[in-house]
């Protein structure tokens, strides 16, 4: 967990617009948040194939019989 939790810090460092030094929690919560909208919608993901998953939810769901 230790490491995962060093990860997600140096992340949110890197990617975040909103990049600190943050004053209050909310400063965090906020960078949190968009560091979650990044992990869950634009990094390329191994086990995708190196698509993203925004792409890849996309692609599956208008594969779908009932896209057509």
Not at 5 to 31: F, M, Q, Y
Not at 51 to 62: K, L, Q
Request: net charge negative; glycine share 6%; hydrophobic share 45%.
């Amino acid at each position: 967990m230790h490491s995962q939790h060093d990860t997600h810090a140096v992340t949110l460092l890197c990617i975040s617009p909103n990049r600190g030094p943050w004053k209050v929690i909310d400063d965090v919560e906020i960078a949190t948040a968009e560091w979650v909208h990044w992990f869950n919608t634009y990094r390329p993901h191994g086990a995708l194939g190196g698509a993203t998953p925004a792409a890849f939810r996309s692609d599956y769901f208008s594969a779908m019989p009932w896209a057509a």
